[in-house]
């Protein structure tokens, strides 16, 4: 069962699993089970996803209950008219805000404006050695992306040499070697907290948020971030 956040006649949001697949995809073949299908089997109707997760980012994740929403609220995020938060745990210590201005190539060898504001909530160093340091240090990060490019976030977390925690292939693989070797951890530590808009048919202003999910819970504890 997928945890429901969100539930009105014309939207539905979940909190969705690191690791599960929003749809059935060529590229990811070993997968057996999607968000689409089991949330359509969760409530017995048709769901249209109405934005993109990567399969390794936890968190908010919206679907639709009709094609016209589906239209209204992907034009919506077309048109940067969706407030998206996440949250990250990164390596190195980050300013305690910036912003990341850097255009990014598509899959389709398009390159694209990409822009990502940040705000660095907490520090944590670690008595263990990686590399020439003799300690480990880490940020935890809220992303606020105000373009929506794929991988964007991953992308530019590792363009500035902070990288996402578990990313991969974009991330750092000796950090990530350290955690699963250390404390058994292999999520990608980037969560989809909160999805801000105008609700397309009642005009409510909506804000729907998801809660921390149970490794990325577990490496704040590690971390010394207990709350």
Same mark, same amino acid.
């Given at each position: 069962?997928?945890?429901?956040?969100?539930?009105? *006649?014309?939207?539905?949001?979940?909190?969705?699993?690191?690791?599960?697949?929003?749809? =059935?995809?060529?590229?990811?073949?070993?997968?057996?089970?999607?968000?689409?299908?089991? /949330?359509?089997?969760?409530?017995?109707?048709?769901?249209?996803?109405?934005?993109?997760?990567? =399969?390794?980012?936890? &968190?908010? /994740?919206?679907?639709?209950?009709? +094609?016209?929403?589906?239209?209204?609220?992907? #034009?919506?995020?077309?048109? =940067?008219?969706?407030?998206?938060?996440?949250?990250?745990?990164? @390596?190195?210590?980050? +300013?305690?805000?910036?912003?990341?201005?850097?255009? /990014?190539?598509?899959?389709?060898?398009?390159?694209?404006?990409?822009?990502?504001?940040?705000? =660095? /909530?907490?520090?944590? *160093?670690? +008595?263990?050695?990686?590399?020439?340091?003799?300690? #480990?240090?880490?940020?935890?990060?809220?992303? %606020?992306? *105000?373009? &929506?490019?794929?991988?964007? %976030? @991953?992308?530019?977390?590792?363009?500035?040499?902070?990288?996402?925690?578990?990313?991969?292939?974009?991330?750092?693989?000796?950090?990530?070697?350290?955690?699963?070797?250390?404390?058994?951890?292999?999520?990608?530590?980037?969560?989809?907290?909160?999805?801000?808009?105008?609700? +397309?048919?009642?005009?409510?202003?909506?804000?729907? *948020?998801?809660?921390?999910?149970?490794?990325?819970? @577990?490496?704040?504890?590690?971390?010394?971030?207990?709350?």
């Amino acid at each position: 069962m997928l945890e429901i956040i969100f539930h009105d *006649e014309h939207l539905v949001a979940i909190n969705k699993p690191h690791g599960l697949l929003v749809h =059935r995809s060529p590229i990811a073949a070993d997968a057996s089970e999607f968000a689409v299908q089991i /949330l359509r089997d969760q409530l017995g109707q048709r769901v249209y996803p109405a934005h993109r997760l990567d =399969r390794k980012t936890g &968190g908010v /994740l919206l679907f639709a209950l009709s +094609p016209e929403m589906n239209s209204l609220m992907q #034009s919506k995020f077309e048109n =940067r008219q969706v407030g998206k938060s996440y949250l990250a745990i990164v @390596r190195g210590y980050l +300013p305690e805000i910036d912003e990341i201005n850097y255009p /990014l190539t598509n899959e389709n060898g398009l390159t694209q404006d990409a822009v990502t504001h940040y705000e =660095r /909530l907490a520090t944590s *160093e670690l +008595p263990v050695a990686f590399g020439k340091h003799p300690t #480990s240090r880490y940020s935890l990060v809220k992303l %606020l992306p *105000e373009t &929506g490019r794929q991988h964007q %976030l @991953r992308k530019h977390m590792a363009h500035i040499f902070h990288p996402i925690i578990g990313d991969r292939p974009h991330g750092c693989n000796k950090q990530n070697k350290l955690w699963l070797e250390k404390w058994q951890m292999n999520s990608m530590l980037l969560h989809a907290e909160s999805l801000r808009f105008e609700h +397309p048919f009642t005009k409510e202003k909506i804000e729907i *948020e998801a809660g921390l999910q149970g490794e990325f819970l @577990r490496v704040k504890k590690i971390l010394g971030w207990a709350n």
